[in-house]
C-alpha cells in the first residue's frame, strides 16, 4: 500500500548491520542477487566493479593500515531525496516506511540514482529500471513473516531486520544494548540503517 503524503507508517522497518560480527565472507550479497535477481548471478554492476546486488560492498583500508569492509544498501530513509526528486511519483513509502519502487510509473530517467546520497542503486541492463534494497522476492518474505534473504543467509548473525515501532523486536533490544550509527546522517536523510560498532 503506498502511503498519502503526511501519513506515518504503521511499521518502522529498519535494517541493522553489525560490523563488528561480519566476517565480509559476502553471503549475503550472493543471497540478495540469487533471490532477488537470480539471472545477474554472473553478470557484473559496471559502476560498481562487482556483482550486480542491492546490497554495495565497499573494501578501504583504515588510518592504521587495517583492511576494512563496509556494506551498504538503500537507507529505506524517512526522508528520502529518491522519493521528493522522482518527478513521476514512481517512488514511494509503503506502509512498512520502506521506499519503494512502481515499475508502472517509472521513466528510467535515473533522478532516484542519481539524488541517492549512498550511491546504492543501479540500473538492470534488461529492464532498464533502477533496482535497490529490498527486491520483490525480499519483500515477500517480509510479507510472510520471514526475514529478508541477506539476514537469514548470514553465517555470522551480523545482520537483522525488524520494527523501530516495537520496543521489543529484535532490532530494537540490539539498538538499545549496542553502540550504532547511521551512515551520512548529517544529510538529513533520516535512514533506517543502522551500523552496530560493537558492545
Known sequence: ??????EKPTRRMAHVWDSSRCMACGACVMACTSTNAPEMMHREEKGWGGLASNIRRIDSVTAQGRPQVTL???QHCENAPC?????FGAVYYDEDGLVRLDPRMCAGCSYCV???PYNVRWFHPDTGLPEKCMGEACLELVKDGLKPACVQSCPAGARDFGDLNDPQSTVSVLLRKKRSHRLLEHTGTEPKYFV????
Open 1 to 6: 500500500m503506498r502511503l498519502r503524503k503526511g
Open 72 to 74: 551498504v544498501q538503500c
Open 83 to 87: 522519493v521528493s526528486n522522482c518527478p
Open 114 to 116: 542519481t539524488s541517492c
Open 196 to 199: 552496530v560498532e560493537g558492545s
